[in-house]
């Protein structure tokens, strides 16, 4: 039988269950990663497993996304997370090394292998052939302490490349293209596997910018061939005897094929405040703009860099401008190219490696402020301002977007960019695992909370009563829910207090609200399209588990966030007919009958006691994720 190359992967890891679309699996996890945001309470969670020993082969723990210490709380959860590492055996890097993608794509990644992560662009290592999938925390925790992770199988779509890039377009462009075809839904239940003669024109570098940004799509993951492109990024990487070539077999099967013509791609611009708010750069140019940032995991590569530092060379730039690399190497060989003396003379700020801006923490655009970057994400906030405009671009139209003050489509002669075939290595600030010593003492900070277990029930209740104490609209993110920024972000190991802020920036009464209701009954959520997109931050679950929150009924749910709240124990709901969602309101009564029917006909009837009538809700979920509700959460399974 001819098989893909995520055929390929899973079949050589599968541990339970057939490859079949749709179908749950079980496949053994290579490595894993998490980030300080998420990781604090994701080794919380693994602590509470009571697991001495990490089943994986390599695993890595990297400080990127709280990195200001503008309290204890951040270098406490820093402390701890070097501890934890030490204590069990898990790769640190620390803070300033650079973000968690570019670094495990420099350093760890490898062809063939299965990667999942506590951050929802794990799937950036999907640019070297690694079937790699952004999970929560606690399937991360999971994975330490068993090899093991579940999915439902994916259906596996081939993105066709022909011809090359032409012009100014970038890879940043292809992604932002297959958005505003698709959309931000557009992904959901699906991998896009690439292919196609087009690809051999493609980076890694550059398809590291595209399985990136896939999580825009809702995707599970992306993923690329090993081949001469891959092996020409390993060798400068120094790890060469890490390739291995690995490509679908010809006339492999797929589940869709969508085509792109490589040549026909423009230079274009996400507009506020959605990733797939896709426009040609020319139909906006003009737009005055008050920052532009060029970094973040999706476009803060050496390549990406070195062509910024050509544009600027030699010109000043007309707006507040800043640069982060992705990695403390980046950052060193731009310095030794004499790249990043091009840039600083250019007037642009320069920051140190980490996540910074796009999750909010820091250089905030100013109220009202129009700010262009190079992130992956433009959600309404994000920025730290409110009110302010996101743009999102490749490093091209930044660069001329910079030097101009407004949004400027690229045009002139194509600067010759030499990428050096040979770069100075930096993984000496990794601190490499020794054996598990169980002698180390874990390092607590005050504002580490440990984690709580939720009541383990014998069986579902058969009716579950509750009132709705929120309604939503379509494509909630996990940032509406619980907000990032410099405030919030260093309160992630400490459950009581971040969940004080769970839907703060929607609705100021929410918390409030839910903690009147439960004295009473359980608090219901309900929503459109597209629920918990974004960011795989579990404490948009965890918390609202915290607060109370027993069910959600939406119209549908973006794969990350349904997982998360299955793994806490509350049961997402789908309406069967959608437009039962426009007859409900906040304070409604709402009755579920026959829960415990639930594992054999997965529908189930709700009454609305204020407004007397009943609509139905579905609930697709696989008999293990059914016992995890059962058990109070993954948490109380092991």
């Not at 697991?51 to 890595?60: A, D, E, N, R, Y």
């Not at 709280?66 to 590492?85: M, V, W």
């Not at 022909?162 to 293209?177: P, T």
């Not at 398809?207 to 993951?221: D, H, P, Q, S, Y």
Request: overall charge positive; charged content about 25%; some cysteine.
């Amino acid at each position: 039988m001819k098989k893909n190359l995520v055929q390929k992967i899973i079949e050589k890891h599968l541990l339970e269950g057939n490859i079949i679309s749709g179908e749950e699996i079980g496949i053994k996890i290579d490595q894993t990663l998490t980030q300080d945001a998420t990781g604090t309470i994701a080794y919380l969670e693994f602590e509470a497993m009571g697991v001495k020993k990490i089943k994986t082969k390599l695993s890595v723990s990297y400080i990127d996304h709280n990195t200001l210490q503008t309290g204890f709380e951040n270098a406490d959860d820093h402390l701890y997370l070097q501890s934890i590492a030490e204590k069990y055996g898990l790769y640190f890097s620390p803070n300033g090394n650079g973000v968690c993608h570019q670094v495990h794509l420099e350093r760890f990644s490898k062809p063939g292998e299965t990667l999942i992560g506590s951050d929802s662009h794990t799937p950036t290592a999907g640019a070297i052939g690694m079937l790699a999938i952004g999970v929560g925390g606690l399937d991360v925790a999971y994975a330490l302490a068993t090899g093991r992770f579940y999915l439902n199988m994916p259906k596996v779509v081939n993105i066709k490349l022909s011809e090359k890039l032409n012009g100014w377009s970038s890879a940043k462009d292809i992604i932002l293209e297959l958005l505003r075809r698709l959309t931000v839904k557009g992904g959901v239940g699906k991998i896009f596997e690439y292919s196609g003669e087009g690809v051999k024109t493609v980076s890694v570098y550059e398809r590291a910018t595209i399985t990136n940004m896939g999580a825009e799509l809702g995707l599970t993951t992306s993923i690329f061939p090993s081949d001469e492109q891959t092996k020409k990024f390993l060798k400068l990487q120094n790890r060469e005897n890490d390739f291995k070539e690995i490509s679908a077999d010809e006339h492999s099967e797929y589940d869709e094929i969508i085509e792109i013509d490589l040549s026909k791609i423009v230079p274009l611009v996400a507009c506020p405040n959605s990733p797939d708010n896709v426009r040609n750069v020319k139909d906006i140019e003009g737009t005055k703009l008050d920052q532009v940032i060029i970094g973040s995991c999706t476009n803060s590569s050496l390549t990406d860099l070195l062509l910024v530092a050509k544009i600027l060379k030699g010109k000043k730039v007309k707006v507040s401008t800043i640069i982060s690399p992705g990695s403390k190497q980046i950052f060193i060989n731009l310095l030794k190219l004499g790249a990043l003396s091009d840039l600083v003379e250019s007037g642009v700020r320069v920051l140190e490696p980490a996540c910074g801006p796009c999750i909010g923490m820091g250089c905030a655009p100013v109220s009202g402020g129009v700010s262009l970057r190079t992130f992956n994400r433009n959600f309404k906030g994000r920025s730290g301002t409110d009110d302010a405009e996101i743009y999102i671009s490749g490093p091209v139209v930044a660069a001329f977007s910079a030097l101009t003050g407004k949004i400027t489509e690229p045009s002139g002669k194509i600067p010759r960019m030499e990428v050096p075939k040979k770069i100075k290595i930096m993984d000496d600030l990794i601190i490499a695992p020794r054996k598990t010593d169980t002698n180390v003492v874990i390092f607590r900070g005050k504002n580490i909370v440990p984690i709580k277990k939720f009541n383990k029930v014998s069986e579902l209740e058969n009716v579950i009563v509750g009132e709705v104490v929120l309604k939503l609209k379509d494509n909630i993110t996990t940032d509406d829910i619980i907000p990032a920024g410099a405030k919030i972000l260093p309160l992630r190991s400490n459950i009581p207090a971040i969940s004080e802020y769970v839907f703060s920036k929607i609705d100021s009464g929410f918390v409030a609200r839910v903690h009147a209701v439960a004295k009473k009954s359980s608090g219901i959520i309900v929503a459109g399209e597209n629920y918990g997109q974004g960011s795989s931050r579990e404490h948009a679950a965890l918390c609202p588990k915290y607060l109370g929150i027993k069910v959600i009924i939406a119209k549908s749910y973006a794969r990350i966030h349904k997982s998360n709240l299955v793994n806490f124990g509350i049961m997402p709901l789908i309406f069967k007919d959608p437009t039962d969602y426009e007859k409900i309101d906040i304070s409604d009564k709402l009755e579920i009958e026959n829960v415990q029917s639930l594992p054999s006909q997965k529908t189930l009837t709700v009454k609305n006691i204020a407004k007397n009538f009943s609509f139905n809700v579905t609930c697709d979920l696989t008999e293990r994720q059914l016992k995890l509700l059962l058990s109070g959460g993954l948490l109380n399974c092991l």
